[in-house]
RNA sequence: GCGGGCGUGGCGGAACUGGUAGACGCACCGGACUUAAAAUCCGUUGGAGGGCAACCUCCGUGCCGGUUCGAGUCCGGCCGCCCGCACCA
């Protein structure tokens, strides 16, 4: 027996030796090599540090980057930080303390902790987005995409000094050009309604806005503020498309398809009653036009404020104010539809019918054209609101006989938005509008082309997405490198005048919602013109968090270029990113960003690759206990106790509470850092307790206990290996040899797969079949290499003790033997069914023919005692295993 | 409401593109070692029934039905749970 596993000192062994030696540096692809890029979604780096739950997937791609590295790629496997965001900011505005300062600390622990669990990064490529050397080149992207316009032609972005500028508006001078390129960059200022957190001090995203709240609970109000925006709407059919090609879940393609949000539809004119101006719907059910009995504007529409009239204007400016005073909750499925008239009429261009306008705010402004057609017979919310204003109903729809509510419908009383066919129009329709008894589809499109060819309305396809609000009214962000002139002017920075760093301030809060807090350093914000003199004020907006990991994966590839983003022919080398994993609460926002940064790039000729994340892999939500009483409160676990089996009592208040699974938070004080978990049972046991328990796109519940089984097994591992090593056996027996072969079969193939709980399993076995025979050295080595992804600081120690020179990750990864392994089987059991029922087995060489094995199945049922005197031979069934071409399995098909 | 996913022992989970359901582990129970406990090792464990015994029979993957020689897996219809998105006209 050799000595006892001793993790705690072969682990601290080999976390410096790796440091020391280097190595998991990953050298520069050479031409011709195979290369692999494994990326985790890289972390913001919190005051809190890691909780078990993170390493879930940086494990998991730990694991497969050592594989892949063994199995003769050039693995790219980096971590970095994703370090501007708000907690830091927000901890400075409290504490006075610089972001930088309490973010530099936080990396500090991020890193101990990843090292602490043998993560083997290349820590030279390490890159962090709030450092100056990284956004040097965020900024520089921005200028790339603010430099460039979209070309709806050729359905990509172009340098805007491509863009055909026509001559009368060359004529009008620089503004009129300047305001002709804004319509049309990739990057322009716009106004627009934000969601202002006063508490937070800062814009929000609508995506960062839940229920009107931040994502801290704070209230959100919308104020019109000048905005930098991004045109990811150009994208939006690219955006689209391109998840065709992408192996991700198939519930984050669908959100993405859902958020971009197309659907196909008609822009229908409508005249105002006794004015010039027209009134554009949008509406995917052109066939109802006929039913329109009145028009509803979004409160925020341009024609609201132009036209309606003096009589009306204090109700509808009343309403307004309102509805801008009103969050996101406010205006949410459920509410009561609410509107106001506007005193104005729209003309049906189709039935001649004057109809009534409304100001409503169940109407968004920036969905379709802000306005909407009423045809409460077939809408559900045009119902709603034309009952609580008695607003006539009319059907244009029959629901069909067999339909319960049709009599309702056709009275008016009900609505209908299902399928049907088209009513009689009602009287003064234009004739050709669609014909009685059509189907609604057939007569949708009918409506649409009786529109166009009149000149009164015209097909389109509506997203959902908008535009990107990219500013933030923030201090620790990327500062915009743009420059506002006196004259009106605009410019953007050159690359040479990049990184513009961040100002010093003496207070991070922004005093109010157009003031933020690099308006405090005056020094920075005025700029002159050497050569002219004019003078001008930089952009005093900071990007949003997002900006930094819409590239991140380039960067990677060349952390430390200082004349480029990265260097095209090693961006060319890596290519995508091969594996991708992360959480999947960034389907939406993260995803589609940086899909839409690298398309943007690919256009501009910056970068070879098109999307970033050939395959995405969602980890699962480690939670951790945390306890609920009878009235559904959920408690603190340090005040609950257990009193007998599965009985737990709330100590403060002696209630009988209910053990359930809860997110980690500090506050219900059920955070298990990983730390504590390594210290009591080493990070390998840690490691192989994490990834045995269930597949990585799982959910599980953390009890620190459970690792004492994985420690369990490591010390057997290190028991039957340490000894073997320490006397290895000339020979051994032929199921030593055939069960490391399967070994290496079972284990690779499921590291390909990424089902590392089963190639853990898979490991088990392996021992269970093994342990206490004699080994040869050989088949030892063959082991260590195929553990060490998984406990890898056990399998180097092994590794040397067996007298290897390097490291065993620079080691070849075993191959299986298939032939040896067939070769090796003497005899197979072949399972007996009869209609599918297992009814016993014979055993016969792998070569055994069909009319052998039929022979012996029937012998065997024969002389269990069963019937097999009318059985036609022909209608057993043999099965052959597929890689093998062994048989199986026989069935027999019932008698009688 | 729309979309996506999932229902397998006491528990976590296995079962390749239809082919021996419950791998592997936890827990439990029994045994060995020990003065004792811990640790370790060996064995049992889906349910019901039968046999002195090696074993045998029946039932079993949320429910109902279908396809098939054969269904956890495929199809149709329910029930339940989880996760997104949601006044998108």
Request: aromatic share 10%; glycine share 8%.
């Amino acid at each position: 027996m050799s000595e006892t596993y001793d993790f705690t000192a072969i682990e601290t062994k080999w976390r410096q030796l790796w440091a020391e030696r280097d190595t998991y540096r990953t050298p520069d692809p050479k031409p011709g090599e195979k290369t692999f890029y494994v990326l985790d979604m890289f972390p913001y780096p919190s005051g809190s540090g890691l909780h078990v739950g993170h390493p879930v997937g940086y494990l998991a791609t730990d694991i497969v980057a050592r594989y892949k590295r063994m199995a003769g790629f050039n693995v790219l496997h980096p971590m970095g930080w994703d370090s501007f965001g708000l907690p830091a900011e927000q901890h400075a505005i409290k504490t006075g303390e610089h972001p930088e300062v309490s973010t530099a600390k936080n990396i500090k622990t991020f890193r101990r902790q990843m090292e602490l669990l043998g993560l083997g990064y290349d820590w030279s490529r390490e890159i962090a987005t709030s450092r100056p050397d990284y956004y040097k080149w965020t900024q520089f992207i921005f200028v790339q995409m603010y430099e460039a316009w979209f070309d709806k032609d050729q359905n990509k972005a172009r340098p805007i000094s491509e863009l055909p500028i026509p001559e009368e508006v060359k004529a009008q001078g620089r503004l009129a050009v300047q305001e002709y390129q804004d319509a049309r960059r990739l990057v322009y200022f716009d106004d627009a309604l934000v969601n202002w957190c006063a508490e937070l001090g800062t814009i929000l995203s609508n995506e960062e806005v839940f229920d009107g709240k931040s994502e801290q609970g704070f209230d959100v109000v919308r104020v019109p503020i000048r905005q930098v925006k991004m045109r990811i709407t150009a994208y939006a059919e690219r955006l689209l498309a391109g998840l065709e090609a992408l192996d991700w879940p198939e519930g984050i393609k669908d959100s993405q398809r859902n958020w971009i949000g197309r659907s196909e539809g008609v822009e229908i004119r409508f005249a105002i009653d006794g004015s010039n101006e027209t009134v554009t719907t949008f509406t995917t059910r052109a066939d109802t036009l006929a039913g329109v009995t009145f028009l509803a504007l979004a409160p925020e529409h341009p024609l609201v404020e132009r036209l309606v009239p003096a009589s009306h204007r204090t109700d509808v400016d009343a309403y307004r104010e309102a509805a801008a005073r009103k969050s996101d909750l406010d205006r949410t499925v459920d509410a009561e539809k609410t509107g106001v008239s506007s005193g104005l009429y729209a003309i049906n261009p189709v039935t001649s019918a004057k109809v009534e306008i409304f100001v409503a705010d169940y109407v968004l402004p920036d969905y379709g054209t802000g306005a909407v057609m009423g045809v409460p017979a077939h809408d559900e919310r045009d119902f709603a609101f034309a009952k609580k204003y008695g607003l006539p109903i009319v059907p244009v729809i029959d629901p069909g006989a067999d339909v319960p509510v049709r009599d309702a419908v056709l009275k008016g009383e009900a609505c209908w938005t299902e399928d049907g066919i088209m009513l009689d129009p009602p009287a003064g329709t234009k004739a050709g509008l669609y014909t009685a008894g059509q189907r609604w589809r057939d007569a949708r499109e009918a409506v649409a082309s009786f529109l166009e060819a009149r000149n009164l309305g015209q097909r389109v396809i509506s997203y959902n997405l908008r535009d990107w609000i990219f500013s933030r009214q923030r201090y620790w962000g990327e500062p915009i490198p743009i420059i506002h002139w006196e004259d009106g002017t605009r410019t953007s920075l050159d690359v040479s005048e990049l990184p513009l760093t961040l100002p010093h301030v003496d207070d991070y809060k922004p005093t109010s919602y157009d003031a933020p807090a690099l308006a405090r350093a005056a020094g920075w914000v005025e700029v002159t013109d050497p050569e002219t003199g004019m003078k001008g004020r930089r952009e005093l907006n900071t990007m949003p968090q997002w900006a930094g990991s819409c590239w991140y994966p380039l960067r990677f590839m060349d952390p430390k270029n200082e004349s480029a983003l990265v260097d095209p022919s090693k961006e060319k080398a890596w290519g995508a990113v091969d594996l991708y994993v992360g959480g999947a609460e960034h389907a939406t926002l993260h995803l589609l960003y940086a899909r839409f940064w690298y398309l943007a790039l690919h256009d501009l000729g910056v970068i070879s690759t098109a999307e970033p994340f050939s395959k995405l892999v969602n980890q699962g939500m480690l939670t951790s206990f945390a306890y609920q009483n009878a009235r559904g409160v959920i408690l603190p676990v340090d005040e609950v106790e257990e009193r007998g089996e599965g009985q737990f009592v709330h100590v403060p208040t002696g209630d009988p509470v209910e053990r359930i699974g809860a997110k980690m938070s500090k506050s219900l004080r059920n955070v298990v850092t990983p730390d504590d978990v390594v210290a009591q049972y080493g990070s390998d046991a840690f490691r192989v307790c994490l990834m045995f328990m269930g597949p990585v796109e799982g959910g599980r519940v953390w009890e620190t206990e459970k690792a004492a089984a994985s420690l369990k097994f490591l010390r057997r591992v290190w028991n039957y290996a340490a000894t073997g090593i320490a006397s290895p056996a000339d020979a051994e027996s032929s199921a030593v040899t055939i069960a490391t072969g399967k070994l290496v079969e079972a284990v690779t193939e499921d590291l390909e797969n990424l089902r590392l709980n089963t190639a853990i399993a898979e490991l088990m076995k392996f021992l269970n079949a093994v342990e206490g025979q004699p080994v040869t050295k050989e088949s030892l080595l063959t082991f260590l290499r195929v553990l060490a992804p998984f406990a890898p600081h056990m399998a180097e120690e092994l590794w040397e003790r067996a007298g290897q020179t390097g490291s065993v990750f620079h080691a070849d990864w075993p191959k299986a033997d298939a032939d040896m392994l067939r070769a090796a089987v003497e005899t197979i059991e072949i399972v007996v069914q009869e209609g599918g029922k297992k009814r016993g087995s014979v055993h016969l060489a792998p070569q055994a023919s069909d009319a052998d094995v039929r022979a012996a199945s029937m012998a065997m049922l024969e002389e269990t005692g069963r019937d097999v005197s009318g059985l036609d031979v022909n209608r057993i069934i043999v099965v052959r295993d597929k890689k093998t071409g062994w048989v199986r399995l026989v069935n027999v098909p019932k008698a009688g």
